[in-house]
Structures are given as C-alpha cells and as structure tokens.
C-alpha cells in the first residue's frame, strides 16, 4: 500500500537558518503530493502541493519539488522565522489508492528560536 | 466564506458510551473525508464520500465506527461502544470535487477523550 516516510523531529532552529525536511513515499499509481502544516492550537491547513513529476509547490517561501526519480518530496526554505514553529506533515493521494484520500507521514515538529 | 465546521470540539465521554461527531463541508464541495489523529497512530484516513456514490469505508477501525452523509452535504461520525483507544482529534475534510490532487480543506477538530 502507499506510504509516506518524513524524518523525525523535533527539529530545532535558529531565525533566519536554512531548513530541510524530508519526505520519500512508495505509491502504486501516480500520486499527487502535499505538505500541510498545523500550527500550534489550530487546524490542518494546505501549505503546499504538486501533482506531477518535476513540479515544483511554493508558498510563504517554501518550496518542495516532486522528484518520481528519488520519489521524495523535500520541504524546504531557506530563512526561518519563529513563526514558522508547527508540525508539518507530508502527504500523498493517490488515484490507484482509491480516491483523493490522503495518507500522512508522521509529521515533524519544527522549533525556530531567536 | 465560511470553512469546513465541526462540532463538538471537545467531548468527555464514559467508555462504552455512544458519541455523534457533525461535519459542515464547505458549501458546494462534493467530497467530505474523515481522519483522526492520535499520539499512536499519527493522522490515519477512516472514510470517504464522493457525491452519490458509496461511501470508501475502507479506513474504518471497527464496525464500531459507522458514518452517513445526509443531502450530500452535512456528515455524521457514529462510534459506538466506545474504547480508551478511540480517544483522539477526529478531523473532517472537504473537496470541491474527489478528484486526486484536490486540495483537501479541514475543520478544527473534535478532540474526544474516552475515560
């Protein structure tokens, strides 16, 4: 069955450093790909996605890029602010899987500190 | 507009009690998704509904676990019976239409604590 595999947090970081967060999925068909972020207190909501091989999603300066050759789907940019501090999930639908239902990595917790 | 709602967002409940979760989609949005989310098990889908369709129930845990969706619109999270185990955020999503890479819209939550 499809999966999605994102590295373990917490993941702690200074203002204004670089951030990286992993993600690689196994799927059967073709999937589409997602990042969602929940902030603390509030709900899920959709930070970013991509639909095909080689796309590339960004918002609020981050970026991820669909790569079918290594399937990963990295989060990344490249100057944190303390706001950015959630927990960030990384995850794919897949048409094959039945549907537009989502399957969630783990998530990973970021902490950007002053 | 208005997003995708639900209520309660908190319920104490007595283990073997039964409990009714609400879900409000967006209004037009023909696909309405159900998930939970537990310290265990992370985010796990549970059920799916696509416009007239059968509903994809392929997510459920138990048979103790059972969900309609009246007029196309609002939805309904029965459990029954319930367990410590089904303490959780049960979360509610909604799309304009199933198609894969829909973006999915969520609401708060109901966080359900089974004592």
């Known amino acids: 069955g499809d999966s999605v595999t994102q590295m373990e947090g917490p993941v702690t970081l200074s203002e204004e450093a670089f951030l990286t967060i992993n993600c690689t999925y196994t799927a059967t068909g073709y999937p589409s790909l997602f990042w969602y972020v929940q902030y603390p207190g509030e709900g899920l909501q959709l930070l970013l996605k991509a639909t095909k091989a080689d796309d590339k999603g960004s918002n609020k300066g981050f970026e991820a890029t669909y790569r079918k050759e290594t399937t990963s789907f990295h989060l990344e940019k490249g100057s944190v602010q303390v706001s950015d501090s959630a927990v960030y999930f990384c995850a794919l639908s897949d048409l094959t899987g039945g549907g537009n239902k989502l399957t969630f990595g783990t998530g990973t917790q970021l902490k950007v500190e002053l | 507009g208005a997003g995708v709602s639900q209520s309660p967002s908190n319920k104490v409940t007595e283990k073997g009690k039964d409990v009714e979760l609400r879900c409000d989609p967006i209004?037009?949005?023909?696909?309405l998704y159900w998930y939970r989310q537990s310290l265990g098990q992370g985010l796990e889908f549970l059920i799916y509904?696509?416009?007239?369709?059968?509903?994809?129930k392929s997510g459920l845990p138990s048979d103790r676990f059972s969900a309609e969706r009246t007029g196309g619109s609002v939805s309904t999270l029965t459990i029954q019976r319930t367990q410590q185990e089904d303490s959780a955020v049960y979360l509610c999503a909604s799309t304009l239409t199933g198609v894969t890479g829909d973006t999915q819209y969520f609401g708060p939550g109901t966080r359900l604590t089974v004592l």
């Open positions: 509904f696509q416009g007239n369709s059968a509903p994809d």
């Open positions: 209004s037009g949005h023909t696909a």
